[in-house]
Structure formats: C-alpha cells, structure tokens
C-alpha cells in the first residue's frame, strides 16, 4: 500500500511539473505576488493598560470589534504565552504606515496584520513568510508563517519517511546521512514556526500578530518588513518582492525627565593653625556636580528603569515619578507627585497619568485640565497616552 502511495503522490508531482508549461515561480513572477503588511485596526488593537500587558498570559480580542469587521478570530497561543491570531477577511483596512506606540513597563506591543493573496497559495507550494523587526541592536525574526498545499505537504511527508527509513535500514555514517538527507527531503522543514496551517483553496488569508519588545534596546523607533519565499514542487523558488516597512515611534514618559545637572553643597569648617575652630559662621562653603544622582538620571534616559530606581529613589523627585510610572508602580508614583510643586506642568501631567491608571478618572481629569492650562501643548501629548486618550474621549 506504501508502494502504491509513492507512486501515486511521484506521478502528480511530474504531472504538475509540466502542467502549465512553466514554473510556479515565474508564474508568480509575472504578476509580481507578494504579501502584504499593515497596522491592525484600532479597533481590534490589543489595550496598552499595564495592568493587560504585565500580568496576563494571554490577549483577548473584543469580541464585539470583531464583529464589526465581520471577522472570526481564531488564537494559536505558543509555549511563551505569545499569541497569534489567524483571521480570514474580504478586504483590509488601509491604514498609515507610521503609528506611536505607548511604552508601559519596560516594553512596547507590537500589533499588526499579514496578508496573504490567494495567487500564493496552491496544492504543489508551500509559502513561508517572516515578519522582521528591525531596531538599533540589530534585526530580530518574529517567527515563521507558513502555508503548505496539500500536495506539497504530502510529498514532504513521503520524503521524510523515506529518509527516516534509510537511516533505520542502512545506518549509515554522518557523511552518508548527510548525502542522504539531501536526495530524499527537498524541502527542509521550517523551524521557528508561529503559525502552520494549510494553504486554502479559494481566497487570501490574514494573520494577524502581537508581541512584547523590550525597549531597552529599541531606541526611538522600530522599523517592521515581511521576507519569505514560495518553494514549488517543480524545484522553483519564488523569493517575495519587498514588503512595505511599517514604522513604530516609541512614546515613553521620559519626555518628563529632568536633565539638567543637580549640585551638592559641602560646607566646611575654617581652622587655623593650632587655634581652635572658628565660629560656626567662619565657614567654607563649595558646590559640586552630584554625580550619584548624575548616574540614575542616565540609566533613567537609558530605560534602565529598576538600576535606575535604586540611585533616584532618596531623591522623591520628577524623576523618581517618571521611573515609578514607567515600572508601573503607580500608586507609589502618586503619593510622591502629590508631594511635588502644583504649578509644574509636568507633576499635573504625570499624576494624571497615575490617577488614570488608578482607575481614579474624576481626579485624572482635573490634573489633565491643570496640567493643559499650564502648557498648552500637553493637550495634543495625550494622543501618546491611551490612558488619557481613552479619558478624554469619553468626557
């Protein structure tokens, strides 16, 4: 019966090897096929509240957004706890290729949408997409999308088989598997996979994606493309044109900061000779830079928030706010910008921020407007901020 299977699945790959007269891959090349990247619609964007990003395991679609677009997702959760959404849709919302993503804890959620047109997909080909984040320490892989027709699928199954078979059979040496492995398994398995599903017969397909990335590395801005090919079983190979970029400018609350240089008194008795100590207004007095606090105001710049947090913490000023905020320990940022000078813009804004968080909204607002009639352009800022974007909204 295996005998006959083999033949069977050889005899359609020959058959579609020369069925159409010309490879898969200049098919495609022809129409110029590729993948389509885009940001998630905001209605369906995952809530950037620390609280839904720092504990939980998993992200929920709301199931009435969903509704709205007339869409059904389905969750594939990975060992990590990421998560990844498969969504099959008619039509995808154009949306702009740039978007401000809040940082809260440390990290940013990345949230976005890969399309595929139904020209990739078929019985003899297996896609493989590969969203990659680009940032200032490097490229990073966001795991693999892959699509196997139902041919192709089986005929990988077949050659796998076969090559497990050898070994079994003959147990050859290191060399002799390697030679092996390359004349049975054509098509090397794909490692690292996000999402495997098999190609669909008529129509596109949609994945959706979202993904914590520590900032601490990021720097300003992250920079988001597709990469991924099409392997036929006629031995072609389609490499898919350049996606477009989708750009990401991280919104942090280091805005707030205070760089400017913080100084420490000394002051010294003045002494003479052998004589006693003068009085206590005979004194010298110098001014020098404090380095201690220099230092936690650069880790704080460098988003190395706990590091940061030690040095500043004595200090219980703007800056420990901001470290408190940005590690979303709010309720202690609260009682310590409650203690700060009322007419700062920046102490309004940020313990707005800290109310909201709290869920306290009349107090948020109030430091909102105080906040606003201090620096008019605080008023365009919390676009940045979900917290009192969402608060303002619904005032």
């Known amino acids: ?61 709301r199931e009435s957004a969903a509704a709205d677009f007339g869409l059904t997702p389905v969750t594939v959760t990975r060992e990590n706890g990421e998560e990844t959404y498969h969504i099959e849709i008619e039509e995808i919302v154009v949306v702009a290729p740039a978007r401000s993503l809040p940082e809260r804890l440390g990290a940013v959620t990345v949230d976005f949408t890969v399309r595929l047109p139904a020209e990739l997909s ?13 940032r200032e320490d490097g490229r990073e892989p966001l795991g693999n999308i892959v699509l196997s027709g139902e041919l192709f699928g089986r005929v990988q199954k077949r050659n796998t ?25 054509h098509h090397t398995p794909v490692t690292d996979v996000r999402a495997d599903y098999p190609a669909h017969r008529n129509g596109e397909a949609t994945y959706r994606f979202t993904q ?34 989708l750009v990401y400018h991280i919104s942090s609350l280091l805005t707030f900061a205070d760089t400017t240089a913080r100084y420490v008194r000394h002051t010294f008795p003045v002494c003479s000779g052998n004589d006693a100590l003068y009085p206590p207004q005979d004194t010298l007095t110098t001014v020098t830079p404090d380095t201690l606090y220099r230092r936690g105001t650069e880790l704080l710049m460098s988003k190395k928030y706990i590091q940061a947090l030690e040095l500043l913490m ?30 700062d813009a920046r102490v309004c804004y940020l313990l707005a921020i800290a109310y909201a968080r709290l869920r306290e909204e009349d107090k948020a607002f109030d430091a909102y407007q105080r906040a606003c009639a201090l620096d008019e352009n605080l008023e365009y800022r919390a676009a940045l901020d979900p917290e009192l974007h969402s608060l303002i909204k619904n005032r």
């Not at 078929?122 to 680009?134: E, K």
């Not at 090559?163 to 492995?181: C, E, G, I, M, N």
Request: positive net charge; aromatic residues 6%; proline residues 7%.
């Open 122 to 134: 078929g019985a003899d080909r297996r896609v493989v997409i590969t969203p990659v984040l680009h």
């Open 314 to 343: 004595p200090y219980g000023d703007l800056n420990t706010a901001v470290c408190l905020l940005s590690l979303g320990n709010d309720r202690r940022a609260c009682e310590l910008l409650q203690r700060l000078p009322p007419d």
């Open 212 to 245: 914590r990335i520590p900032t601490a590395s990021a720097g300003r801005r992250l920079r988001l493309t597709l990469e991924g090919c099409v392997e036929a079983l006629d031995g072609s190979r389609y490499p898919l044109p350049p996606s477009d970029t």
């Open 161 to 185: 088989w076969q090559y497990a078979r050898y070994l079994t059979l003959f147990q050859p040496d290191s060399v002799q598997a390697a030679q092996a492995y390359r004349r049975f398994v």
């Open 1 to 61: 019966m295996k005998r006959i299977l083999c033949v069977i699945v050889s005899t359609l790959a020959v058959l579609l090897l020369f069925a159409g007269g010309c490879s898969v891959a200049r098919r495609l090349d022809r129409r110029d096929v590729s993948a389509v990247l885009s940001h998630t619609p905001r209605a369906l964007r995952v809530d950037a509240r620390p609280e839904a990003t720092a504990t939980a395991d998993t992200i929920e679609i």
